[in-house]
């Protein structure tokens, strides 16, 4: 049992890593021109908290979005870090600023309730799936396979953060060699926001001056099956 809750730990662990804006943006730029007339889900993002939604509600006008959706995991408080200790969780959704101003008001971000605890594998939340022509998030790591399975099954486009390890996951390895999914602007090196109660001994790991705790990795990157100019630059060769 004591094992048991020390692996579902370990396991949780990176799951609860939060993303900072400025990563997000620097990756989103390059995908600009698919959002028009589309509607994004992000699944694993309390809106309350996530630089997600916070990036897709502020980009809604710009970026010509139809609807963004966005649901949460088991906690319903507004603390980041509340450790998913509730039980139903949050959805939102949000189809554009009615009062002409660019900053969504908090009238039009309704919150409704979710029945379940909204995993994203529930079959509410997959109802919301459906819905969604791209998929934007950082979805739990230990969750990442399953993850990339759901949205390939119901051929969804996404744009998600994962771990560089997941490239030579068996059944990823296989998406990328069959040209279904893809690298994005790949980043290497990424500082995210991380729990109170998570400690570690590692120079990636620190606090910041108001007690915020942060871990980097220096082998993340994004995952995505929508075309990036990148894809199309020429490889230059210089050795035989
Ligand atoms: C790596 S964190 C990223 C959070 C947020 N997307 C961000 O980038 O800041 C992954 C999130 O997925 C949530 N999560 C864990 N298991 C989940 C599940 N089965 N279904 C949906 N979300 C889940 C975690 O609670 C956590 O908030």
């Known amino acids: ?3 048991q809750t020390l692996q579902q730990a370990r396991k949780n662990k990176s799951d609860e890593f939060y993303t900072q804006l400025p990563d997000i943006e620097a990756e989103l730029k390059h995908y600009k021109e698919h959002f028009r007339g589309k509607t994004v889900l992000c699944n694993c993002d309390d809106p309350r908290v996530s630089n997600f939604f916070h990036y897709f509600s502020y980009n809604f006008e710009f970026l010509g979005l139809k609807k963004l959706i966005t649901t949460c995991y088991k906690s319903q408080e507004r603390d980041l870090f509340s450790q998913n200790n509730s039980e139903r969780a949050i959805y939102l ?7 002409g101003g660019r900053v969504p008001v908090a ?3 309704g919150i ?3 029945k379940g605890d909204g995993d994203f594998r529930s079959p509410e939340c997959i109802e919301l799936l459906k819905q969604a022509d791209i998929v934007v998030t950082n979805p739990p790591f230990s969750l990442f396979r399953e993850y990339v ?11 998600i953060l994962g771990n560089q390890n997941a490239i030579t996951y068996k059944d990823i390895f296989k998406l990328i060699s069959e040209n279904k999914i893809w690298l994005g602007r790949s980043l290497s090196y990424i500082a ?3 729990p109170s109660y998570y400690q570690e001994k ?6 910041d001056g108001n007690g915020q705790k942060w871990r980097s990795m220096g082998n993340v990157c994004w995952f995505t099956n929508l075309d990036i100019a990148k894809r199309h630059e020429e490889l230059i060769l210089y050795k035989q």
Do not use: C, D
């Not at 959704?93 to 009062?99: A, F, I, L, V, W």
């Not at 590692?202 to 606090?207: A, C, D, F, K």
């Open 149 to 159: 399975a759901q949205l390939i099954e119901y051929n969804k486009k996404f744009i």
């Open 202 to 207: 590692s120079t990636r790991y620190w606090q």
């Open 192 to 194: 995210f926001q991380v």
């Open 93 to 99: 959704e949000y189809t554009g600023n009615k009062t």
């Open 107 to 109: 009238e039009e971000i």
């Open 1 to 3: 049992m004591a094992n």
């Open 112 to 114: 409704k309730h979710l």
